[in-house]
Nanobody
Framework: QVQLVESGGGLVQAGGSLRLSCAAS????????MGWFRQAPGKEREFVAAINWSVGSTLYADSVKGRFTISRDNAKNTMYLQMNSLKPEDTAVYYC??????????????????WGQGTQVTVSS
């Protein structure tokens, strides 16, 4: 079992920044891929970014490329999502997830085995 806990969400004005954290505990292995997804009201869950824990390779959705940066701290088993130049359309509940198979990096939520509870990000215009 792996437990994932997100933090760092909040309310920010357009153009601002937030950093989300996802702390992993339990039977966490370095081969995992960790990802961020988001779901806005009335919309389907969508992929945001992911990182392979062992090699550090990353993948981003086109909508966030150049604005968001995913990273990890191996010692703390924690993943981060630095979100800059936020837009109102980034408003959503953000979830972190873990894919036990690791590679290739998956962008579909069904490939991920564990999920956090989510953290709300609201960007005002």
């Amino acid at each position: 079992q792996v437990q994932l806990v997100e933090s760092g969400g909040g309310l920010v004005q357009a153009g601002g920044s937030l950093r989300l954290s996802c702390a992993a505990s339990g039977r966490f292995l370095s081969r995992y891929t960790m990802g961020w997804f988001r779901q806005a009201p009335g919309k389907e869950r969508e992929f945001v970014a992911a990182i392979n824990w062992s090699v550090g390779s990353t993948l981003y959705a086109d909508s966030v490329k150049g604005r968001f940066t995913i990273s990890r701290d191996n010692a703390k088993n924690t993943m981060y999502l630095q979100m800059n130049s936020l837009k109102p359309e980034d408003t959503a509940v953000y979830y972190c997830a873990a894919d036990l198979w690791g590679t290739p990096i998956a962008t579909h939520g069904k490939e991920y085995d564990y999920w956090g509870q989510g953290t709300q990000v609201t960007v005002s215009s």
